[in-house]
Nanobody
Framework: QVQLVESGGGLVQPGGSLRLSCAASKSIFSFNIMAWYRQAPGKQRELVATISIGGRASYAGSVKGRFTISRDNAKNTVYLQMNSLRPEDTAVYYC????????WGQGTQVTVSS
C-alpha cells in the first residue's frame, strides 16, 4: 500500500527552525526522486525541494540557503531542515515522488508567527 506520512510541523517564531520528516512506503521511495511541496492558504501547491536517490538536491529560489533536504534510503524517510523561517513559509508541507505523485498524505502544518 502506497503511503506517505509527514510529521514535524508546528508553530515557530520568525528566524526559528523546524525539521520535517516523511516516512514513505518502500515501493515508492526506493527508485524515485523525492520532493517536498507546500501549500499556503488560498494558493496552489508549490515545489520546495527535490532529492535524487544519490542525494543530489535542488531548491526553489525562495528557500535556497535556508532549507536542506536529505533522505535516509535505509529508513525510506526524507527530511526537510528549515532554518531562518519566515512568515511566508507558513503552509501545509507535503512530501511525494517528484514528477509522478502518489496519493498525497495528510501533510504537516508549519506556522511561522510571532
Amino acid at each position: 500500500q502506497v503511503q506517505l506520512v509527514e510529521s514535524g510541523g508546528g508553530l515557530v517564531q520568525p528566524g526559528g527552525s523546524l525539521r520535517l520528516s516523511c516516512a514513505a512506503s518502500k515501493s515508492i521511495f526506493s527508485f524515485n526522486i523525492m520532493a517536498w511541496y507546500r501549500q499556503a492558504p488560498g494558493k496552489q501547491r508549490e515545489l520546495v525541494a527535490t532529492i535524487s536517490i544519490g542525494g543530489r538536491a535542488s531548491y526553489a529560489g525562495s528557500v535556497k540557503g535556508r532549507f536542506t533536504i536529505s533522505r535516509d534510503n535505509a529508513k525510506n524517510t526524507v527530511y526537510l531542515q528549515m532554518n531562518s523561517l519566515r512568515p511566508e513559509d507558513t503552509a501545509v508541507y507535503y512530501c511525494n515522488v517528484f514528477g509522478a505523485p502518489a496519493p498525497w498524505g495528510q501533510g504537516t502544518q508549519v506556522t511561522v508567527s510571532s
